[in-house]
């Protein structure tokens, strides 16, 4: 293999590439791992216009690799070994700080039973958990945990999807009798929205046609506004659920019920091979239970 093609790979991709060789499928290696199918077979894509060669052979139900994938396979055997001995060696890490970075909803509804559940094992550690759309820009990558968007400006992470999270949209019984209930998708452009001012927002084709009366970065706030009969919003359907368990005696309406407003994926992120990586992988296990 070129190895100065090879410095230029993040290691992440390696490691993909060794878990398809050693599952023997990209369903295998995606059951085992986490990773998603699509990661994986995007994965291929690069490491293969990266070396300019067929790395393995298309249309087997295996994972048959070619000469040059069985190269890049033990190359990668070599160096995951490596590093994996060396983070062994490290000291154990049961006390300090583990910096996480997430979104407020998340940190909000789930957080407090994943933080209760993990300081049974580690009663040392201490959080900090930050939240805000502001901890997901390039600036802001000084955390051991990233539960969020998806972080394509960084390489050296290891990113596992945790839930493809679905919208819909929801109104309280004070607004809709006051203002009807929409029965198709072009009905909404004659009402009053609360819309999400961060990454996800409500289609342009309906933005721009309705009344937009307020934006906000926090849907909790959007939630409390939408209860209040304040308008309708896109809201996400584990969020109006985690809400409403809190409180059975306030409901909003899903209105259009069989119409997903929006689809919006969050990824566990970290970086690998750090003396505080047990840690983390043992707060994903807890969180991959919890948020899905």
Same mark, same amino acid.
């Given at each position: 293999?070129?190895?100065?093609?090879?410095?230029?790979?993040?290691?992440?991709?390696?490691?993909?590439?060794?878990?398809?060789?050693?599952?023997?499928?990209?369903?295998?290696?995606?059951?085992?791992?986490?990773?998603?199918?699509?990661?994986?077979?995007?994965?291929?894509?690069?490491?293969?216009?990266?070396?300019?060669?067929?790395?393995?052979?298309?249309?087997?139900?295996?994972?048959?690799?070619?000469?040059?994938?069985?190269?890049?396979?033990?190359?990668?055997?070599?160096?995951?070994?490596?590093?994996?001995?060396?983070?062994?060696?490290?000291?154990?890490?049961?006390?300090?700080?583990?910096?996480?970075?997430?979104?407020?909803?998340?940190?909000?509804?789930?957080?407090?039973?994943?933080?209760?559940?993990?300081?049974?094992?580690?009663?040392?550690?201490?959080?900090?958990?930050?939240?805000?759309?502001?901890?997901?820009?390039?600036?802001?990558?000084?955390?051991?945990?990233?539960?969020?968007?998806?972080?394509?400006?960084?390489?050296?992470?290891?990113?596992?999807?945790?839930?493809?999270?679905?919208?819909?949209?929801?109104?309280?019984?004070?607004?809709?009798?006051?203002?009807?209930?929409?029965?198709?998708?072009?009905?909404?452009? &004659?009402? &009053?929205?609360?819309?999400?001012?961060?990454?996800?927002?409500?289609?342009?084709?309906?933005?721009?046609? &309705?009344?937009?009366?307020?934006?906000?970065?926090?849907?909790?706030?959007?939630? &409390?506004?939408?209860?209040?009969?304040?308008?309708?919003?896109?809201?996400?359907?584990?969020?109006?659920?985690?809400?409403?368990?809190?409180?059975?005696?306030?409901?909003?309406?899903?209105?259009?019920?069989?119409?997903?407003?929006?689809?919006?994926?969050?990824?566990?992120?970290?970086?690998?091979?750090?003396?505080?990586?047990?840690?983390?992988?043992?707060?994903?296990?807890?969180?991959?239970?919890?948020?899905?």
């Amino acid at each position: 293999m070129d190895k100065e093609k090879l410095r230029q790979i993040d290691l992440d991709k390696l490691q993909n590439f060794y878990s398809l060789f050693r599952e023997g499928s990209i369903a295998k290696a995606s059951a085992a791992t986490g990773v998603s199918r699509r990661t994986y077979y995007h994965d291929l894509a690069v490491l293969e216009a990266a070396f300019n060669t067929k790395l393995y052979l298309s249309g087997k139900k295996s994972f048959v690799l070619t000469d040059e994938g069985r190269k890049l396979a033990d190359f990668c055997k070599s160096t995951i070994d490596s590093l994996s001995r060396v983070t062994k060696e490290e000291q154990f890490f049961d006390q300090g700080n583990l910096i996480i970075h997430t979104t407020p909803s998340i940190g909000a509804y789930y957080f407090p039973e994943i933080i209760r559940l993990f300081r049974k094992k580690y009663p040392n550690i201490c959080i900090d958990l930050l939240t805000g759309a502001e901890y997901f820009t390039s600036k802001h990558h000084d955390f051991d945990v990233s539960i969020g968007p998806y972080l394509a400006d960084k390489r050296d992470l290891s990113q596992h999807l945790l839930n493809n999270f679905e919208y819909g949209y929801f109104a309280s019984q004070e607004y809709l009798a006051k203002y009807g209930t929409p029965e198709t998708i072009q009905d909404l452009k &004659n009402h &009053n929205f609360l819309c999400y001012s961060g990454e996800h927002l409500i289609p342009l084709d309906i933005l721009e046609k &309705n009344k937009t009366i307020v934006k906000s970065n926090l849907y909790i706030a959007l939630l &409390n506004m939408c209860l209040k009969g304040v308008g309708i919003c896109s809201l996400p359907l584990d969020l109006y659920k985690l809400k409403m368990s809190d409180n059975k005696d306030v409901k909003l309406i899903r209105i259009l019920p069989n119409t997903i407003s929006e689809n919006d994926a969050s990824y566990f992120s970290f970086y690998r091979f750090t003396k505080k990586e047990k840690a983390i992988r043992d707060l994903f296990d807890i969180i991959k239970n919890l948020v899905k």
